[in-house]
């Protein structure tokens, strides 16, 4: 149902860069709209931690950048931590059906 | 500070409705949109529509057209989500967001509601 793509799961050991890849079409991140990055904790309402493509939000620690060329976009953590497991999202807006939002399929981050 | 507060939990019975409401503070309700997000257990996020809390437009995800209605309440700067003829696949936190004006992201988020479909 999902329509942007990321791989299940990444993992790091603390202190290494990891990156999640987040695949669309041309419909969506490839007619240009912005990507948006959101880390879920356990248990927890998501919560945003990129947005426009690289930009983030007053609080996020700026080990979170993200990247966006052609159909695809991406989320880095580089300096890994504990606290960086969760469950990441991309979403972007997708002009088919109507327009609609769309979110990606979810990675899930373990550090090791 | 921005909040949204979400109401309780819910059971519901398969083909019962379920209207879950979304308390906005901490900003002017009327200058943002509000997107309704759902998560099945032990799965991913699904769009379900969204709401402009400044003149009502809507625009549902076609998989729930006819089932779901989005509502505002601009008095008392509510958000509401009705979903109709349940089924068990609609077991479900569901969440509402603020959307940003700008880039379209979801800013702020909700607590979550649960809500059960069951026999």
């Known amino acids: 149902q999902s329509v942007l793509t990321q791989p299940p799961s990444v993992s790091g050991a603390p202190g290494q860069r990891v990156t999640i890849s987040c695949t669309g079409s041309?419909?969506?991140?490839?007619?240009?709209?912005?990507v948006h990055w959101y880390q879920q904790l356990p248990g927890t309402a998501p919560k945003l931690l990129i947005y426009?493509?690289?930009n983030r939000p007053s609080g996020v620690p700026d080990r979170f950048s993200g990247s966006k060329s052609g159909t695809s976009a991406s989320l880095a953590i580089s300096g890994l931590q504990a606290e960086d497991e969760a469950d990441y999202y991309c979403?972007?807006?997708?002009?088919?059906?109507?327009?609609?939002?769309?979110f990606g399929t979810g990675t899930k981050v373990t550090v090791l | 500070q921005v909040q949204l507060v979400q109401s309780g939990a819910e059971v519901k019975k398969p083909g019962a409705s379920v209207k879950v409401s979304c308390k906005a503070s901490?900003?002017?309700?009327?200058?943002?949109?509000i997107s309704w997000v759902r998560q099945a257990p032990g799965q991913g996020l699904e769009w379900m529509g969204w709401?402009?809390?400044?003149?009502?437009?809507?625009n549902y995800a076609q998989k729930l057209q006819g089932r779901v209605t989005m509502t505002t309440d601009t008095s008392t700067s509510t958000a509401y989500m009705e979903l109709r003829s349940l089924r068990s696949d609609d077991t479900a936190v569901y969440y509402c967001a603020r959307v940003a004006v700008v880039s379209g992201s979801f800013d702020y988020w909700g607590q979550g509601t649960l809500v059960t479909v069951s026999s």
């Open positions: 979403q972007s807006y997708d002009s088919s059906l109507s327009g609609s939002y769309v």
């Open positions: 709401i402009s809390a400044y003149n009502g437009n809507t």
């Open positions: 901490g900003y002017t309700f009327t200058s943002y949109g």
């Open positions: 041309s419909s969506n991140i490839g007619a240009g709209y912005d």
């Open positions: 426009g493509n690289i």
